[in-house]
Nanobody, 126 residues
Framework: QVQLVESGGGLVQAGGSLTLSCTAS????????MAWFRQTPGEERQFVAL????????TYADSVKGRFTISRDNAKSAVFLQMNSLTPEDTAVYYC???????????????????WGQGTQVTVSS
């Protein structure tokens, strides 16, 4: 069983930056695909970014491409999401998800990740 704990959320002004962290335990972290999703009230959880086990391959949602960067530190069992040029539309609860394998046609789907953290709130004020 994988346990995930997110941190780093908060309130930031538009144009600002935040870095989210997610630490994992209960599994060999370097064997896991790690992803970030976000969710607003009444909406489904939406894909933000994915990183493969080695960190050599990353994928982003179009809405965050060029502004957000996903990275990982396997020695620390942690994945990060550096968020720059934030806008009010980025306001959401951000979740990290983990999976030991992810099909290339399903990486953007919540159902592809069996393990989730509790989420961290990011609020961007205008």
């Amino acid at each position: 069983q994988v346990q995930l704990v997110e941190s780093g959320g908060g309130l930031v002004q538009a144009g600002g930056s935040l870095t989210l962290s997610c630490t994992a335990s209960g599994h060999t972290f370097s064997n896991l695909y790690m992803a970030w999703f976000r969710q607003t009230p009444g909406e489904e959880r939406q894909f933000v970014a994915l990183i493969n086990q080695s960190g050599g391959i990353t994928t982003y949602a179009d809405s965050v491409k060029g502004r957000f960067t996903i990275s990982r530190d396997n020695a620390k069992s942690a994945v990060f999401l550096q968020m720059n040029s934030l806008t009010p539309e980025d306001t959401a609860v951000y979740y990290c998800g983990a999976a030991s394998s992810v099909h290339s046609s399903a990486y953007f789907a919540e159902r592809a990740y069996p393990y989730w953290g509790q989420g961290t709130q990011v609020t961007v004020s205008s």
